[in-house]
């Protein structure tokens, strides 16, 4: 089982470029959620996908928008990029049939925008 | 909203010494909660989670925590600390009817050989 994965690992950006990250849940799963964790900071909650549909949203802007495919894989795309978009994004699966709410989290893709 | 409080962001503790990471919630309903372990350049790892069965919960590597309804708690705690632990450890709490988590800010842990 390869678990939850993510690509890619880094990434840099300029100020109002766009970018996209993929992630792949582990597998049997069918729940996609994204995370932004800032430097020194918890992670926060961005969006979660179930069934092809954004099903909840944190507090992010519209610059922040997602897809989910029907194998389940997720895209998270962030537009005009702000300094402060800067951060490391956990992608987390987890399986609506599954215990408690236990999400498995993936690496990470450390975004770097200058 | 749910949320979580970790309060002192570093914490320094000695080789074989008690580690005890402090956390408090808040919750409208029974939370589930949950303690994940970062290390450097990775992603989260869980060590234990709450789901309102037995009230004192126990994980991998040694650590515990227990939950108090009474004082909004779940602390987590390992009796003898290992150079290994020393990583940042986040509580989360998440509402049973609804499959997100909020993390607190987290604690990062350091251990004095």
């Known amino acids: 089982d390869a678990g939850v994965t993510q690509s890619p690992t880094h990434l840099i950006k300029t100020r109002g470029q766009q970018v996209t990250l993929r992630c792949s849940p582990k597998?049997?799963?069918?729940?996609v959620s994204w995370y932004q964790q800032a430097l020194g900071q918890g992670p926060q909650f961005i969006f979660q996908y179930y069934e092809e549909e954004e099903r909840q949203r944190g507090n992010f802007p519209d610059r922040f928008s997602g897809h989910q495919f029907p194998n389940y894989s997720s895209e998270l795309n962030v537009n005009a990029l702000l300094l402060g978009d800067s951060a490391l994004y956990l992608c987390?699966?987890?399986?609506?049939?599954?215990?408690?709410?236990?999400?498995?989290f993936g690496p990470g893709t450390r975004l770097t925008v200058l | 909203a749910q949320s979580v409080t970790q309060l002192g962001s570093h914490v320094s503790v000695s080789e074989g010494a008690l580690v005890l990471l402090r956390c408090n919630y808040s919750?409208?309903?029974?939370?589930?909660l949950f303690w994940y372990v970062q290390y450097p350049n990775q992603g989260l790892q869980l060590l234990l989670k709450y789901t309102s069965a037995a009230t004192l919960v126990k994980g991998i590597n040694g650590f515990e925590a227990e939950f108090k309804k009474s004082e909004t708690s779940f602390h987590l705690t390992k009796p003898s600390a290992h150079m290994s632990d020393a990583a940042e450890y986040f509580c989360?709490?998440?509402?049973?009817?609804?499959?997100?988590?909020?993390f607190g800010k987290g604690n990062q842990v350091v251990v004095i050989p």
């Open positions: 989360a709490v998440s509402d049973p009817g609804n499959n997100r988590l909020a």
């Open positions: 987390a699966s987890s399986s609506t049939g599954g215990s408690y709410n236990e999400q498995f």
């Open positions: 919750s409208s309903v029974p939370p589930y």
């Open positions: 597998s049997g799963h069918d729940t």
